[in-house]
């Protein structure tokens, strides 16, 4: 009996102090700023650690679509993700209350609003077992085509893909007269080489580093909606580590957010210059264009999704943040 229970006390030591491994799932193609900075993480907090804590990242949508991904967190499968708002919302439908288009104008207005709300959206993802480790502002969806897109109507000549699983948002599409294809985005270039599909909406990043942009010649220059992102952690495995670490670990994170901040913003410019010279036409959008937009997306947003899809405590708190920054800006300028 006293020999059993120092074996079981060893395994339990080994559990505890041996090497922990986190398995992090990312669409997030390799040698893009998400996955240097995942790298650079990965090696700070193993250093931390003293060699305890390794994070090993699985990039490329090798770990399978965001749902994929998602479900396999939840089976302990994988300890962490780096999701869009996309996946965010499948754990939290309400975060698509910053994402919805054409509600937010511009980046400094989006990082207003984002820091007001990210309290709340960090608070009702730790109910649902979740740690928000980095928030990551991408910056904005773009409609990449085959033919050119200025007016509602150009889009609606052209069969957009669409995440799958998405039911409500699909049905809104398809009554606002729009073509859309759902499928998950790994399936996405094979759509695009055969003609299933001949548009996406993405950020230039992605658009970019996948090649998706290399199937369409034609990127819409209006910012459709905001385009964010994060890397979560499952709550039971943070719980699992030394206390002490905590805020050490935390503080790395700190750092490698303020170097991913530049490097996207540096890779937005790069992956608009290297598409274009590769091509990549940019349609600029005039005033009674925005306009025609913006009557589609009241249409599709408050008649369908607010009380449904997101709640509207949620919608009313983005468009309080958003009314607060426009007030002050008119304030400053007068």
């Given at each position: ?213 290399g199937l369409v010649n ?38 490698v957010k303020a170097m991913l901040e530049e490097d ?71």
């Amino acid at each position: 009996m006293k020999k059993t229970l120092t074996v079981i006390l060893l395994i339990s030591a080994i559990f505890i102090y041996g090497e922990r491994i986190i398995k992090l799932g990312t669409l997030a193609p390799s040698n893009s700023p998400w996955d240097v900075a995942l790298n650079k993480l990965s090696a700070e907090w193993e250093k931390i650690s003293d060699g305890e804590i390794k994070l090993r990242t699985y990039t490329g949508g090798v770990a399978g679509d965001e749902r994929d991904m998602l479900r396999k967190l939840r089976l302990n499968q994988l300890q962490a993700v780096g999701v869009t708002g996309m996946g965010l919302r499948v754990l939290f439908p309400d975060i698509m209350a910053l994402q919805l288009p054409m509600v937010i104008r511009d980046t400094q207005e989006l990082l207003y609003v984002f820091e007001k709300m990210a309290p709340f959206y960090e608070e009702n993802l730790e109910k649902r077992g979740y740690k928000v480790i980095i928030w990551s502002v991408v910056g904005w969806a773009h409609f990449f085509t085959q033919k050119p897109v200025v007016y509602p109507e150009d889009l609606k000549k052209q069969k957009l893909w669409v995440w799958q699983g998405e039911a409500r948002e699909i049905q809104i599409w398809k009554e606002l007269g729009f073509h859309v294809v759902p499928l998950p985005s790994t399936e996405l270039m094979t759509a695009l080489q055969s003609g299933m599909v001949e548009g996406f909406t993405t950020n230039v990043i992605q658009a970019a580093a996948s090649q998706w942009f290399g199937l369409v010649n034609n990127m819409c220059g209006m910012n459709w909606a905001p385009f964010v992102g994060a890397i979560i952690i499952s709550k039971r495995e943070w719980d699992r580590f030394p206390d002490e670490l905590k805020p050490k670990l935390l503080k790395a994170v700190e750092d490698v957010k303020a170097m991913l901040e530049e490097d996207i913003l540096a890779a937005n410019d790069k992956s608009i210059e290297v598409m274009t010279k590769h091509g990549l036409q940019i349609s600029e959008v005039p005033e009674d264009a925005i306009r025609a937009w913006e009557k589609e997306v009241k249409r599709g947003v408050e008649e369908h999704l607010v009380g449904n899809t997101v709640s509207k405590e949620a919608y009313d708190m983005v468009q309080g943040c958003v009314t607060e920054y426009r007030e002050k800006k008119k304030k400053e300028t007068e």
